[in-house]
């Protein structure tokens, strides 16, 4: 069973930051490319930051560049999410997502971030 378990989410007041885990199971994770996608109440996901199965060529979205950092670590199979400057826009619910394929991704159930004074 392909399990993806996202863990670091919380509260922190603008201009903090939290470190996003993700442990996976089930599968060969360094097959995988993987990535962040938060979705925001009312808000459409959006793919905040992406890494190729042999870690080369990180995609972050504009609202995030220059602040988060993604890593992964292939022999523990655990994603990584560093996110310094947080501001209120970046309350989401993070999710770990897998690619499967064009289009096609397996989530995480999430982690709530909460970034508010």
């Known amino acids: 069973e392909v399990q993806l378990v996202e863990s670091g989410g919380g509260m922190v007041q603008p201009g903090g930051s939290l470190r996003l885990s993700c442990a996976t199971s089930g599968f060969t994770f360094s097959n995988y490319d993987m990535g962040w996608v938060r979705q925001a109440p009312g808000k459409r996901p959006e793919r905040v930051s992406w890494m190729y199965s042999d870690s080369t060529m990180p995609y972050y979205a504009s609202s995030v560049k220059g602040r988060f950092t993604i890593s992964r670590d292939n022999a523990k199979g655990i994603l990584y999410l560093q996110m310094n400057n947080l501001k209120p826009e970046d309350t989401a619910l993070y999710h770990c997502?897998?690619?499967?394929?064009?289009?096609?991704?397996?989530w995480g159930q999430g982690t709530q971030v909460t970034v508010s004074s």
């Open positions: 997502a897998r690619g499967d394929g064009p289009d096609t991704e397996s």
